[in-house]
């Protein structure tokens, strides 16, 4: 029997115990250690056990751990406030994961038009490879098949259309469209980049159409591309971006961010929330921005990124049956596999470090943010230690 046999089914767990975390490392039960380029799915921002946001959480502890929303809640003003001042939002909204601040995206687009007197507008384009959460419009929102089968009606509203394709949005949109929705990067997808001029085009026609254009930046948002949030890249402003993973460096936290326009349907009573923004999250989001806000911190995050990307191209042109393309922004890189990315996952597990897979035969490499120059060589020397045996292997 397996060791999670009380648990639903729902993940193939990988066979190894981690007990421990300390930056870029993880320590499992038998006393191996991994270099972690997973991060949880880009959650650890700031690495395992970061010192400032153990005491943050510690301290907050020592205090009060849950106040109803019908109380102000210290910790979420300062954290909205912070948001707001960083940000093109005037509004913020906090839960507990990416699918709720998606959720929250969604009602936010469609109360807007209910509130201009414009019920009818309802519908959400979204993007073939697109991921928003599991919930039950979060998966009709993301449109993939294994995650839609056996759930019964798919939630209505939906519609999808290819990933960065200006014609086939244009196409899409009609009088019944309430928001255009849309990763600035796909991550489950396959590191999947939006082209910069095609966020701005879509920005423009979304204007012209009196259409939403709401971001989910969930994984690639909180200084993951070496902004604060991939959207600056392009220059846009958006009106709703959901968020979540990295804000909380391993602590449950998300939100949704609004303009005053977009947010205004949003009156007490339209939505609420037990948990979301509750002291101890908020006191976590708050230390994770005191971090990422410092003057320096994104620039060594473009930095890093470079060192580690050029490095990843050399292993491409080294072993290009094993690595067909590199990826991504920042310290948000896929390696796109000539091989069944299980393999390849499985001989980096083997040189004792972690990365995560995505759609398109992609291998994502998402490390804390904090990690220095000499670990992401550490792993480029993994990395390459894997290709050099699977290219071998397969001569
Ligand atoms: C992880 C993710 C979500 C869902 O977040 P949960 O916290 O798992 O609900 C939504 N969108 C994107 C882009 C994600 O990467």
Known sequence: MSQTASLFDTYKRIPVRFEKGDGVWLYAEDGSKYLDFAAGIAVNSLGHSHPHLVSALKDQADKLWHLS???????????????????????????????????????????????NGDAGRYKIITFEGAFHGRTLATIAA?????????????????????????????????????AVLVEPIQGEGGIRVAPEQWLRDLRALCDEHGVLLALDEVQCGVGRTGKLFAYEWSGITPDIVAIAKGIGGGFPVGACLATAEAAKGMVAGTHGTTFGGNPLAMAVGNAVLDVILEEGFLQHVVDVGLVFSQGLAAIADEFPDIVEEIRGRGLMLGLKAGIPNGEVLTAIRDEHMLAVPAGENVIRLLPPLTITVEEAREGLSRLEAAARKLSTAAD
Not at 79 to 106: H, Q
């Open 142 to 178: 993301g449109g993939q098949e294994k995650y839609l089968e056996g759930f019964g009606p798919k939630a209505e509203g939906f519609v999808q259309v290819p990933f960065a394709d200006l014609e086939a949005v244009k196409a899409a949109i009609d009088d019944e469209t309430a």
């Open 69 to 115: 929303n019908l109380y102000d809640i210290p910790g979420q003003t300062r954290l909205g406030d912070r948001l707001v001042e960083a940000t093109f939002a005037d509004k913020v909204f906090f839960t507990n994961s990416g699918a709720e601040a998606l959720e929250c995206s969604i009602k936010t687009a469609r109360r807007y038009h209910y509130e």
